[in-house]
């Protein structure tokens, strides 16, 4: 009789323990309706080897705080004095965009925004609050405006490692209003978004370079239509004294040519440089001759591509 009762406890004692250890795996499964934490660089990251991607770059030393509910993700922190904000809106996600690919967004937001901010986005007073909205709305990809970026939610469910499209809209924010009525192509609003999307892409390209090309000179036959165009002005021109994105964007920004005075804007961007005093159609037939205009920029590894093995663009031109 007594050994029958110890066996009982014991077995209710099991019992017990096994439930508790169900309760906690069940809770660890579920997102919490709301959530408050400070996180550090490293905390950020993606520790599961399987994830798609790693977070903050790990020489950005930044303290991320969070607030995750069901329905928004709210993450802010100071990047060398300015204060960043980051809200994710999923009222109207239905969830194909999965949470690892949101959680890469949000990582991409803190290793690109505040570079490109810091380089181009002080001077057009681009926001530092931002949202990125994920929903099925009547847009194909991404659009952007104000500061909001809509990403459509079927996006990277069908496409799943073109984070850098976000990159490209974080690049509108950016611009904060170009006109196209003083712009010698309304294109160059789109080129100088895909300018950033290549330069500041995500990881340095990991997943950016496997699928996103700079077209060779053969496709993109115009400096209309070129982005590798503008990364070749920036990696020829641009110095520790000068920053030529930087004067050609301050140009863009502050409509100071019409169209039909950009062959002055050219002359403008070029004084001071190894092409000062050419025409834009000399420096153009002097970039769609050179080795830069036809090297593939396809790379299945960050920096492996025929361009980025000659030339080291990434790190010349990242400011």
Sequence with gaps: MIQRFKVTI??????IICAGCQKKDDISE???DAASTTESASDVSISDESAVGDSVAEDDNIEIKSEISEDRRYHSATVKGVD??????????????????????????????PKMYERFGIYSSAPTDVELLIENEGYEIACAWENKVHLHDMWLHDNPEDFDCYTHELAHLIQNGWSEDYLEYDSYIERFADYCRYIYAYDDGKYNDKGWTL??????????????????????LSSSDRDFMYDYFVLCSDCQFAKTDWPKAWKTLFAGTKFEGKTIDEVWNEYSTSDFAIFSSNSEKPGESDLLSKYDIRNKCKK
Excluded: C, H
Aim: charge should be negative.
């Design 10 to 15: 014991l077995a209710l004692l099991m019992a």
């Design 30 to 32: 579920k997102a919490p």
């Design 84 to 113: 960043y904000s980051l809200t994710v809106d999923l009222t109207k996600w239905e969830g194909n965009t999965n949470l690892l690919q949101i959680e890469t967004l949000e990582s991409l937001f803190w290793q690109v925004y």
């Design 215 to 236: 077209q060779t000179v053969e496709t993109e036959n115009t400096r209309e239509l070129s982005v590798r165009f503008l990364v070749w002005l920036d990696y020829e």
